[in-house]
């Protein structure tokens, strides 16, 4: 089981680039999450899927766009990169309300 | 709309004591979880405990245990016999109803002292 992955690793991008963070989970679980961590900020919610096909804003939806491509993957994407999107990006996913919420490794996104 | 508040940016605490971290909410919900996580520094997040809000107990998991008052909307994390591994950043966070999102609270940075 790997769980949670998220490709890549680490990205550099300079401002007006575009990409794509992708997240898979093996856990056949419903709901999947994007978070961003900024220093003393914490994690805050970008956007999420409840379910297949259902896609939600978050508190920072603002310069993201999101796909649920199918019930294992969640892709972000940055349309037009910005500096202040520099940040660390968490993929999330889980199955019952009371359950944990799985994490991803993250993705450490600079923007120049 | 739902909200988490950690008000402890750094906490100290002595090798093998114990160590209570605090975490308040507001939710309208009669129906919610509470979570705590860590995250070290090496930067992963780790599940501590879960607290359900129709749980009459306290939940508890090995040397974590939570503090769960209700009626003041409180949801602290204790840790007993701190280690020098457990020196990290600790996340409150809440989830509404069945499905709702997740929201963490801004983290409070424990350090452990040997």
């Known amino acids: 089981n790997a769980g949670v992955t998220q490709t890549p690793k680490f990205q550099v991008l300079k401002t007006g680039q575009s990409m794509t963070l992708q997240c898979a989970q093996d856990?056949?679980?419903?709901?999947m999450y994007w978070y961003r961590q900024d220093p003393g900020m914490g994690l805050r919610l970008i956007y999420y899927?409840?379910?297949?096909?259902?896609?939600d804003k978050g508190e920072v939806p603002n310069g993201y766009n999101v796909s649920r491509l199918n019930k294992r993957e969640f892709s972000l994407r940055l349309e037009s990169a910005a500096p202040s999107q520099t940040s660390v990006y968490f993929c999330?996913?889980?199955?019952?309300?009371?359950?944990?919420?799985?994490f991803g490794p993250g993705t450490r996104l600079t923007v120049t | 709309a739902q909200k988490i508040t950690q008000t402890q940016p750094g906490m100290f605490v002595q090798e093998k004591e114990a160590v209570t971290l605090d975490c308040t909410y507001d939710?309208?919900?009669?129906?919610?979880?509470l979570f705590w996580y860590k995250q070290p520094s090496s930067g992963e997040m780790i599940f501590l405990i879960y607290?359900?809000?129709?749980?009459?107990q306290n939940a508890t998991e090995g040397r974590y245990s939570l503090n769960f008052q209700k009626a003041r909307k409180s949801a602290n994390l204790v840790i007993s016999a701190s280690q020098l591994g457990d020196s990290a950043m600790y996340f409150c966070?809440?989830?509404?109803?069945?499905?709702?999102?997740?929201?963490f609270g801004q983290g409070t940075e424990l350090s452990v002292k040997p």
């Open positions: 999330a996913s889980f199955d019952r309300p009371d359950d944990e919420q799985y």
């Open positions: 856990m056949n679980h419903n709901s």
């Open positions: 899927s409840a379910s297949e096909g259902t896609t």
């Open positions: 939710t309208s919900d009669q129906s919610y979880g």
């Open positions: 607290q359900g809000s129709y749980d009459e």
């Open positions: 966070a809440m989830r509404e109803g069945q499905g709702g999102k997740l929201i």
